[in-house]
């Protein structure tokens, strides 16, 4: 099994990245909230992965985190329904910590808004992952995408958390209010308070 890739970023879209090691270059599906954290095309990079194998296809997929790349693992293997498009789907639009929280608070209406995802296949999320997040199974120590990075999501949750919760008492739907915060994690690094987050998001 192939866990990680460390190679040159030669290219980056929201959802795919080439990663070029040993003259070769490998093409990694990503999703949108890994995307937000990959330096500039040029820079060394390491990604987190998982690969299906297929008999027609092998398909890479990466994250900045090995949490990220363990909760995707548990979505394709404990939900029905829920493939390796669909994970992706969902973490583009949700933040970890997001994701985490809702399936623990039963919050079908957040997980229903990801693109794609209907409300029964919330509920089957919600069913088959309640007793398995924040186990350790999807909240090992996280790492990142690269040294000059953004913190990935274990490094920054409870501030994450926290702030995500503040803009939602402001009126912010939850994947806008998520969102928001995640950009200003981006720009003021792994330091970044709760206080400081919610002022970037606001700003």
Known sequence: ???SIQGLLVE?????AIIELNGLGYEVNIPVTTA???????VTVKLHTHVIYREDAQTLYGFASPAERDFFRLMIEHVSGV???????????????????AIRMGDIATLAKCPGIGKKT???LVVELKSKVGTGDSAAAAGTADAAAAPAA??????HRDAISALIALGYKAA??????????????????TESLIKKALS
Do not use: F, N, Y
């Open 36 to 42: 937000e954290k990959l330096p500039a095309p040029g």
């Open 154 to 159: 274990g490094a920054e949750a409870s501030p």
């Open 122 to 124: 919330a509920e089957r």
């Open 176 to 193: 806008d209010a998520d969102q928001a915060v995640r950009q200003a994690a981006l720009a003021l690094g792994a330091k970044a308070t």
């Open 83 to 101: 493939g390796p498009k669909v994970s992706l789907t969902i973490m583009s639009r949700l933040s970890l910590p997001l994701l985490e929280s």
């Open 12 to 16: 980056a879209t929201p959802l795919r």
């Open 1 to 3: 099994m192939i866990t």
